[in-house]
């Protein structure tokens, strides 16, 4: 795809070299090496762990001591961490994670996922589209008439949503909200009208960081020389907004998306809370407090690869958004 | 014509009557829903391993045992209908009742409960790789049981041979039998007059053995894993959102289960929960801290807020008899310095932290609680023990403690002021704190306590307490803390001078606590060893006549208390709450798992009012007392 750029079409080896020496090709296998090398230590480090939290707590305390070694031998936790490893790995391939020992004992982690996953997907995603479009449209907002009533009126919002801790004005919410419309307070998967409050809940915060972060790149761009010249070339100013600052200033903020899309699945540990929804929020610091080792090894397995996904499809998508990256590579002096 | 016409419009005023009738009826009905939340989740749910309340709410609601207890506390027929036991107490068989059912998580009938389901379920409950259970209260209770447990955990031990040969000798070896498809009897090793108590508790449920052989591993983990035989079967368990129990279609006793359906929620808050009843949108709700006083004093909810019956946990205190501290282990040998301790504790200020309205009702002066156990006669087993029962909060008495504390000093102080047998140095209790020892008074005392508000603010008044009492001249308390589990990090390892804890009450015999207070007993957390109570209840678990048998038993008890060894504090329960449940419908029991069933249960539309509660609850005392005297006759 680097090469779309290109007018006239290369030969094809000078192609494949190009495309070997790209920006984009570089990112892939350095994430790639990545993902292995964090998954690696994660499963070695793990191997270090009390091994208590690889026993489901009435096994490890009627087994023996022997028994123990030989659970442990068999289960694939002692031996050789490289041998165990890609053996966990095959496994991996096969959509096998082990079992939870604590949290669920007895139940594949796998399962525990996939019912708690839809529900951080689907509030994270519902609430990311809400933010995305309520974000810029304030950002906008607030850059266009700044130092204006709304652009105040915007940055009020800000200082509260990031100020006031959030455990208070979202418990206030609940109450209030729900009191008023008369509404259940917590999530019901039955009853439609228990959806929207968490999702405009896990929105607040959101849309305050998109907002004051777009208004500060537009800023900083309409005050930039070639926006001047294109004024005082006329071109209309909604063009210059939407065809110029607009997409400037979006390149920062767009680096962060994909992270952020896909980092939902981690769920919000206040939100689910408090309107007791069954997501991930949580899961992994339960995991960790109750010594549950094969859920700690696949939660932070899945989100540094998450994590090392989203920083690789945010540089992806930079490179959409940002012609001038394509260039940045060694090779591409031209 | 005429009368035909009359006839018309009779039948149409009939007809708008019945409506109006029902139309009336529907909408002054009792709901029928049970809404209430939990806030700790439960792992796995096997019916004979279930340490939280939730699980227990559960379990209670899916599984039935042999027996349970009614509203008034008395044992009732439940799976089987009638039972009987030899002249000795010894032999008892159970006649089941024909046509019950296991059902599924979908409410279909999979196959009737026969005798050999009670047979298999203690097979499952003595194999300890089978799962967790409290076995170890009736491993000396049923012949060959703890025979049985040992032969496995030597297996496991050794591994010699096949585990099924082993398994195989439960037939032989453990008192129970199915005689035919629906009589189970049980062979007891000595003769056990209360042991229907002990069936009501989760050991003595059924179970399916083909349908656990067929779920393996996975039994437990999920509502299809499991198989109910209550008057609700499991139709929702997410983990941290809900249980859903729906009525079962064919529970025997359907006829008496006013709740259709029972919703548990997992809410994280306990103000979310108020809120939530304010609205309308739960049953029940229990306050605690400091909402108790925010709601007392609210004129739109103070006269809903009604106190629970306390339950049969007592908490006690108990000294430290193996303690580092040597000038601690000197003065707690002294009789008098025990009993000082005994009258010095201000028990009454120190419940009041954690019930400010009705702290003196909380107070218990024996080491068993009231009105769970009764003799032959029907005799509440305390009332041998009235006289420290009716000393109330009097057992302070800060003048007598000073007296007492006088003649350990004199007794173990000599005239340079040191303590006899105490070396001067310094100690560590653990990691918690270094005492440095100077055998001169004030003998320092060492409390651990937890870190919760109303921990630290009772061990701050206890401390202001016992120096004031004695003078920080003759002790000081020192105090520590601890953050994980009480039991392991303080208890067993024994980093505290003084402590307290809380000790549920297993089954109805007075052995189910002072046999385990013994030396060397289970819950004999301070290690004190008194031969004299020791051969008392060795004696008194001998008798077999009830009212001889609990004389005996009370005079240890007493040794216990008057002897400064264990200091009874203030029963459990006895929680704040409002509720639409008419009180006194719901099965009633010290222990077991009865008092957990909402079967028998009537829900009201408004939440019960004081002066409703008391109504009933004089009208219920009076009730109970009639059933009591019917049943000594």
């Given at each position: 795809?680097?090469?779309a ?19 984009g ?16 230590f994660?499963?070695v480090?793990?191997?270090?762990m009390?091994i208590?939290g ?10 023996t001591?022997?028994?123990r ?34 949290i669920?004992p ?9 019912e ?17 479009f ?5 950002g ?6 700044k130092?204006?009533?709304?652009d ?39 009853d439609p009208?228990?959806w ?6 896990l929105s607040l ?16 761009e ?6 001047k010249?294109a004024k ?9 907004i ?11 903020l ?6 952020q899309?896909l980092l ?19 899961l ?21 690869v998450?994590?090392v996904?989203g920083?690789y499809?945010?540089?992806m ?5 940002d012609?001038?990256?394509k ?5 591409d002096?031209? | ?28 009905a009792?709901?029928?829903v049970?809404?209430?939340?939990y806030?700790?989740?439960?792992t ?30 008395f ?16 032999v008892?068989?159970f006649?089941?009742r ?14 009737e ?12 409950v003595?194999d ?7 076995v ?12 049985y447990i ?11 041979g ?10 032989e ?51 299809e894993?499991?198989l109910?035989n ?5 139709d929702?368990?997410?983990r941290?959102k ?10 025997y006793?359907?006829d008496k289960?006013?709740i259709?359906?029972?919703?548990l929620?997992k809410?994280?808050d306990s103000?979310t929960n ?12 229990s ?19 009604n ?9 006690w ?20 310095f ?9 028990r009454?200020?120190?419940a ?15 080491i ?9 006669k029907?005799?509440?087993?305390t009332?041998a ?6 000393l ?11 007296a ?9 102080v ?5 303590i ?13 704190v ?37 003078g920080k ?9 601890y953050?994980n589990?009480?039991?392991e ?25 002072l ?5 060397g ?10 031969p ?16 001889e ?6 005079k ?36 077991g ?12 539309n408004d ?6 509660f008391?109504k009933?609850?004089?009208e ?14």
């Amino acid at each position: 795809m680097a090469t779309a750029q290109k007018k006239t079409p290369a030969k094809p080896r000078t192609r494949m070299k190009r495309f070997f020496q790209s920006y984009g090709f570089r990112r892939s296998w350095q994430s790639a090496l990545t993902v292995f090398l964090v998954l690696f230590f994660v499963f070695v480090l793990l191997r270090l762990m009390p091994i208590e939290g690889y026993f489901t707590r009435q096994d490890y305390e009627i087994m023996t001591e022997a028994q123990r070694a030989d659970y442990l031998e068999e289960n694939g936790i002692t031996g050789n961490p490289v041998v165990l490893f890609f053996r966990f790995l095959g496994n991996l391939f096969r959509g096998d994670l082990g079992m939870s020992f604590r949290i669920q004992p007895n139940v594949e982690i796998t399962r525990i996922l996939s019912e708690k996953i839809p529900y951080s997907l689907m509030f994270g995603i519902a609430s990311m589209g809400i933010s995305l479009f309520f974000g810029f449209a304030l950002g906008m907002a607030m850059a266009h008439y700044k130092d204006r009533l709304v652009d105040g009126a915007g940055t009020l919002y800000v200082v509260v949503v990031r100020a006031v801790p959030s455990l208070i004005y979202l418990f206030l919410i609940q109450i209030w909200v729900t009191g008023f419309f008369n509404i259940p307070m917590t999530y019901s998967s039955k009853d439609p009208s228990t959806w929207f409050l968490p999702v405009i809940s896990l929105s607040l915060a959101s849309i305050a960081w998109y907002a004051i972060w777009l208004r500060r790149f537009m800023v900083d761009e309409e005050n930039k020389d070639y926006v001047k010249f294109a004024k005082a070339k006329g071109v209309p100013q909604k063009r210059i907004i939407s065809g110029h600052v607009l997409r400037n200033a979006l390149v920062p903020l767009a680096q962060y998306i994909p992270l952020q899309l896909l980092l939902t699945i981690s769920g919000s540990l206040i939100i689910e809370s408090i309107y007791s929804i069954p997501g991930m929020g949580g899961l992994l610091i339960e995991a960790i407090k109750e010594k549950d080792n094969g859920l700690v090894q696949s939660l932070v397995m899945l989100f540094s690869v998450l994590g090392v996904l989203g920083v690789y499809l945010g540089d992806m998508l930079m490179l959409l958004v940002d012609p001038r990256i394509k260039l940045a590579g060694k090779t591409d002096g031209e | 014509m005429v009368n035909k016409q009359k006839l018309l419009m009779a039948a149409f005023g009939m007809l708008l009557l019945a409506l109006t009738l029902t139309g009336y009826a529907q909408s002054g009905a009792s709901p029928d829903v049970y809404y209430s939340t939990y806030t700790t989740d439960v792992t796995i749910l096997k019916q004979y391993y279930v340490p939280d309340t939730t699980g227990k709410k559960v379990i209670a609601n899916v599984m039935d045992g042999l027996i349970e207890n009614d509203r008034f506390g008395f044992y009732a027929p439940s799976l089987a209908e009638s039972w009987t036991h030899s002249d000795d107490f010894t032999v008892w068989t159970f006649q089941l009742r024909k046509g019950a059912m296991w059902v599924d998580h979908s409410g279909k009938a999979r196959e009737e409960v026969t005798a050999q389901d009670f047979v298999d379920g203690l097979r499952y409950v003595a194999d300890p790789k089978k799962t967790k259970a409290d076995v170890s209260i009736i491993k000396n209770v049923i012949v060959g049981l703890a025979d049985y447990i040992g032969l496995l955990q030597d297996y496991d031990k050794n591994r010699k041979g096949a585990r099924e040969d082993v398994e195989k000798k439960f037939d032989e070896l453990v008192g129970v039998k199915a005689i035919d498809r629906y009589r189970v009897q049980y062979v007891l090793a000595s003769p056990t007059p209360f042991f229907e108590s002990f069936l009501v508790t989760e050991i003595f449920l059924p179970l399916n053995q083909k349908f656990v052989l067929e779920a393996g591993i996975r039994y437990g983990t999920s509502k299809e894993y499991l198989l109910y035989n209550g008057a609700y079967y499991l139709d929702t368990w997410q983990r941290n959102k809900e249980f859903v129990l729906v009525k079962n279609p064919h529970y025997y006793d359907k006829d008496k289960i006013a709740i259709q359906k029972v919703a548990l929620q997992k809410v994280a808050d306990s103000a979310t929960n108020i809120e939530m009843f304010k609205r309308g949108q739960l049953t029940s709700v229990s306050l605690a801290g400091n909402q108790i006083a925010f709601y007392m004093d609210n004129p739109k909810w103070k006269d809903f807020i009604n106190l629970s019956e306390k339950s049969s946990v007592v908490f006690w205190f108990f000294p430290n008899f193996r303690s580092k501290n040597a000038e601690f282990s000197a003065f707690i040998q002294q009789e008098s310095f025990r009993k000082a301790l005994y009258h010095a504790i201000d028990r009454l200020i120190l419940a009041q932290i954690y019930n400010s309205y009705d702290a003196e009702e909380m107070l218990i002066n024996t080491i068993l609680p009231d009105d769970v156990i009764f003799d032959e006669k029907g005799n509440d087993y305390t009332s041998a023990l009235q006289d420290l029962k009716d000393l109330g909060k009097g057992t302070y008495q800060p003048e007598l403690a000073r007296a007492y504390f006088q003649s350990a000093r004199e007794a173990l102080v000599d005239a340079k002021g040191m303590i006899k047998g105490v070396k001067p140095g310094k100690v560590k209790i653990g990691s918690l704190v270094e005492l440095d020892i100077d055998a001169k008074l004030p003998i320092q005392l060492v409390y651990t306590h937890g870190t919760s508000t109303d921990e630290t603010q009772m061990a701050l008044l206890l401390k202001a307490n016992l120096e004031q009492v004695f003078g920080k001249e003759n002790l000081r308390v020192v105090l520590a803390q601890y953050t994980n589990n009480k039991y392991e990090t303080v208890i067993l390892p024994g980093y505290y001078d003084l402590c307290y804890d809380s000790f549920s009450f297993k089954y109805a015999d007075p052995f189910a606590q002072l046999g385990r207070l013994v030396t060397g007993g289970e819950v004999n957390d301070g290690g004190f060893s008194v031969p004299e109570f020791d051969a008392l209840v060795a004696e008194a678990s001998s008798k077999i006549l009830l009212s001889e048998r609990y004389q005996l038993f009370a005079k240890a008890e007493r040794l216990l208390i008057e002897g400064g060894y264990i200091l009874p504090w203030e029963s459990g329960g006895g929680t704040y709450g409002m509720s639409k449940e008419k009180p006194f419908t719901a099965p009633r029991g010290g222990f077991g798992l009865s008092r957990f069933k909402y079967k028998g249960i009537v829900l009201q539309n408004d939440p019960v009012t004081k002066d409703e509660f008391e109504k009933l609850k004089t009208e219920y005392l009076k009730e109970l007392e009639e059933r009591k005297s019917i049943f000594n006759q």
